[in-house]
């Protein structure tokens, strides 16, 4: 008998894989999380339906789990059949069960004692395909690790990071490839969207968001500043299978401030741009923010879905972008279809029936500063948005009445130092880090989960806070959406009207967007707060 | 420690004196399990010139430790087989469908990517020759039956007062306590005994081959 289960133990049996059939049905296993935007068209929404708008209040803590790094907590984590994956910044692994928060494995990545993150040395989170979790790092390298066993597979060194390049980005699987790319745009990188093979790491192919002299688009950078351009890659893209593209959101160029050191347009900074998912050719791109002198990335989420627009229903995207405009595109063409404010802003007067901005020549910054709205941290960031395909709204989180002053000065490329071209205040500081209290007045800014007519661009409903918030949305086939703040709150509202139906003080700043999923028939919502995260159900805690 | 009480019999370096044998070469005659290092050290050998160290067990413990010193990392200088022979033998008794080697193989068994620098020879012929002779707290394994009938049986990899964490062919696994009406750790290695299924010769080999699996090195 012994003998029998011992040999039983060592045979090696098909554990249930990641396949990439898997990822691309996401959906049909809502009680997995199996990317990190949870599905190929990153709509941030859950088919579980355990926790509705008439028990919500009921919703018990289950477990915490508390992190040992002082690093902003960012991730958002992965289920797979009962077990979580995630990192802890800078880069470490945990799996942990999913009912109890007990832990599996860890791992550590050793960093240089000198890294290049601009703003934390943070980690999104990880892709897993087959028995194999991709995690980046802030020394730019792509880490393979086994999901069983949390062994190290192999690592790669993707770029220098000694040129001011690292790496924050969660990794988006399409098929055997691993498609991942540089932070630094703070730090004169020339950025890249490059994707790897699964199982050795080599490269398949390289698209340069900053294209190279001889490639189209470099043209639009004058006086040589392509050489510095930045376009960093920091959030992690969608997927559309039928049409084989990736959609990926391009960040700012740099040196951020100083739009004159850089004549043209700066392709593809700020821009989203669809790539062949099997090449890397560019099929087609959108900028939001032609010559960028704000800092306002498009490192948001490309939620994908279909709507009515222009007089037929089109497969779309929908963006809100840092730069307080709600953009719907036809994600087959890049085509604009509509689009309009959702937030104050002064930079521009609008936009034309192209989507390009009608810009306001006042509203830039300037040796002696120049008040613009919106604030450097944009009118929303890359926190993740939510569409529900029950509602058929779209979700931001909206940083209101938010305002900088933003300065410009030349400054000199040097490796490995700052290259911002000028410096910014806004009475809202980027986080809540030192000071705790919030003593501000309205007027300088403050947070909102918002709804919008994605037909439209029009606002449906408003739930505001006192101070921003830097959490992401998650939307429910319950009519719920679960949200955090930088107050430290985690609460759910009614996804129809706005209306409050639940909360709790987690005493934390929250830095992620929340997730949901479901063992053995129960269903979680997890969210992180401060250094730790915190997952709740309606049952008793095991 | 060692110096003091040990080094006038076994050399200062441990290499073997007028009295002791050499203790840097991996095998240790009497026992190479840590329990029977700290049995010898602090017993001593009836019958033999060696004595016992009366000191307190944590003291022991740390001779024990010093002596693993002296010949950890140094399998592979003392290898007498092929290595070659030896790949083509963990190759041939499967010894992959357990053990991962450089992101290759099973999963279930501990890693061998740094058994080299982690076992002396001794070690790893006890290993091959009788898996069980000691195996470490970190390859126990929990057996045990739930409640409601489950049999539960996997490689223990956390355990706290309510729960036990796990890993088997399935996958990742938590239980608590108190849904378990038997639970055990069997410290038997789960590994067969290579000893009669192979030559002394093909013995020979295989450890060649497994003391030079390192990291960073070897080959």
């Keep these: 008998m012994r003998l029998a289960m011992a040999l039983a133990l060592f045979v090696q049996v098909a554990v249930a894989q990641v396949t990439y059939e898997r990822l691309l049905h996401a959906n049909k296993e809502p009680h997995n999380w199996l990317t990190y935007h949870g599905s190929y068209a990153s709509q941030h929404h859950t088919a579980l339906n355990e926790i509705t708008r008439e028990n919500v209040g009921r919703l018990k803590l289950n477990w915490v789990w508390q992190g040992r790094s002082l690093e902003k907590f960012e991730p958002t984590s992965l289920v797979v059949d009962g077990v979580m994956y995630f990192t802890e910044p800078p880069n470490n692994v945990y799996a942990v069960d999913a009912r109890t928060g007990r832990v599996f494995w860890s791992y550590r990545h050793v960093l240089p004692d000198v890294t290049y993150a601009c703003c934390g040395k943070v980690n999104r989170g990880l892709a897993i395909l087959d028995h194999t979790l991709y995690m980046t790092t802030i020394d730019a390298k792509l880490v393979a690790l086994d999901a069983r066993t949390g062994k190290r597979k192999w690592e790669k060194v993707i770029v220098d990071y000694k040129q001011g390049y690292s790496m924050t980005v969660a990794p988006l699987i399409v098929k055997d490839k691993v498609i991942i790319g540089p932070a630094g745009g703070e730090l004169g990188i020339r950025g890249f969207l490059a994707a790897y093979d699964a199982k050795t790491g080599e490269q398949v192919w390289r698209f340069n968001t900053v294209p190279q002299p001889g490639e189209p688009g470099n043209e639009t950078w004058g006086l040589e500043s392509w050489k510095y351009g930045g376009g960093s890659v920091w959030l992690t893209g969608s997927y559309d299978p039928d049409l084989n593209l990736v959609f990926w959101g391009i960040g700012n160029p740099g040196p951020d401030w100083n ?265 979680y919502v997890t969210i992180t707060s401060g250094a730790a995260m915190f997952t709740f159900s309606l049952h008793d805690p095991e | 420690m060692f110096r003091a009480q040990c080094g006038a019999c076994h050399g200062p370096g441990g290499a073997g004196g007028a009295a002791g044998p050499d203790l840097t070469t991996g095998t240790m005659k009497r026992g190479n399990s840590d329990e029977s290092l700290f049995q010898i050290v602090s017993k001593g050998i009836p019958g033999t010139p060696m004595p016992g160290y009366g000191a307190s067990a944590k003291e022991i413990w740390q001779v024990v430790a010093y002596l693993r010193t002296l010949s950890i990392g140094k399998a592979a200088e003392q290898a007498k087989g092929n290595v070659e022979r030896g790949a083509a033998l963990y190759t041939q008794h499967k010894c992959g469908g357990c053990h991962e080697l450089r992101g290759a193989g099973g999963w279930l068994g501990p890693s061998l990517d740094n058994v080299g620098a982690e076992r002396s020879i001794g070690h790893l012929y006890a290993a091959l020759r009788e898996p069980n002779s000691d195996v470490a707290p970190q390859s126990w394994r929990l057996r045990g039956k739930t409640k409601a009938g489950a049999a539960v049986m996997g490689v223990r990899i956390n355990e706290d007062t309510f729960s036990y964490q796990y890993r088997d062919a399935r996958g990742l696994h938590s239980v608590a306590k108190s849904a378990l009406s038997e639970a055990a750790l069997v410290t038997e290695s789960a590994m067969p005994s290579y000893a009669g299924k192979m030559t002394e010769a093909e013995m020979d080999d295989l450890v060649a081959f497994l003391a030079n699996c390192r990291v960073g090195g070897g080959r």
């Design chain 1, 259 to 523: 739009a004159a050191a850089r004549p043209g347009d700066n392709l593809y900074t700020s821009s989203v741009i669809a790539l062949d998912a099997d090449t890397g050719k560019r099929k087609w791109h959108f900028q939001f923010t032609p010559n960028d002198a704000w800092d306002w990335d498009a490192v948001q989420t490309p939620v994908l879905t279909e709507v009515d627009a222009r007089g037929e229903k089109r497969k779309v995207i929908l963006w809100a972008n840092r730069n307080g405009f709600f953009y719907v595109l036809d994600r087959a063409t890049g085509q604009f279809l509509h689009g309009k404010a959702f937030a104050k802003q002064t930079w521009a007067k609008g936009l034309d029936d192209n989507g390009k901005p009608i810009r306001n020549p006042d509203q830039v910054p300037s040796a002696q500063g120049t008040v613009i709205w919106p604030g450097v941290q944009g009118a929303t960031n890359w926190y993740a948005p939510s569409y529900s395909p029950v509602t058929g709204l779209f979700y931001l989180t909206a940083w209101e009445d938010y305002w900088s002053t933003y300065y410009t000065y030349p400054q000199q490329y040097e490796q490995g130092k700052w290259y911002a071209g000028g410096s910014v205040k806004a009475p809202v500081p980027a986080t809540n880090r030192d000071e705790v209290n919030n003593k501000r007045a309205k007027s300088a800014g403050y947070g909102a989960v918002r709804a919008l007519d994605p037909k439209t661009g029009n606002k449906v409903w408003d739930f505001v806070m006192s101070d921003v918030s830097d959490s992401g949305l998650l939307t429910t086939a319950t009519n719920m959406l679960f949200s955090g703040n930088r107050e430290g709150h985690f609460f759910a509202l009614d996804a129809a009207t706005g209306k409050l139906l639940w909360r709790r003080y987690l005493g934390g700043q929250v830095l992620s967007s929340p997730i949901s999923y479901a063992v053995d028939g129960k269903q």
